[in-house]
């Protein structure tokens, strides 16, 4: 009998340790969606409206890219 319930508490503990990597893995899933949705661009619009994934440094002038504001098209509460 003990003997059974001791392989129950490690089966037990296996399966509460998959479930807590399983939400970490979602976590860092939806961390990198956030990082995946801003955008940046040269402050001089020196490639006019271009926009890139990842900061880093204008090809053209060489200042560093800025995150830009993302604008939200939702206009139901808009009203004329």
Same mark, same amino acid.
């Given at each position: 009998?003990?003997?059974?319930?001791?392989?129950?508490?490690?089966?037990?503990?296996?399966?509460?340790?998959?479930?807590?990597?399983?939400?970490?893995? &979602?976590? #860092?899933?939806? =961390? *990198?969606?956030?990082? %995946?949705? !801003?955008?940046?661009? @040269?402050? /001089? &619009?020196? #490639?006019?409206? =271009? *926009?890139?994934?990842? %900061?880093? !440094?204008?090809?053209? @002038?060489? /200042?560093?890219?800025?995150?830009?504001?993302?604008?939200?098209?939702?206009?139901?509460?808009?009203?004329?």
């Amino acid at each position: 009998m003990k003997k059974l319930l001791f392989v129950s508490l490690i089966f037990l503990s296996i399966a509460c340790s998959k479930k807590t990597e399983n939400s970490e893995n &979602q976590d #860092e899933a939806v =961390k *990198t969606e956030t990082v %995946a949705a !801003k955008k940046y661009a @040269c402050p /001089m &619009q020196c #490639e006019g409206e =271009k *926009t890139y994934a990842q %900061a880093g !440094k204008c090809p053209v @002038c060489k /200042m560093d890219l800025q995150e830009i504001a993302l604008v939200e098209t939702d206009s139901t509460g808009h009203v004329h």
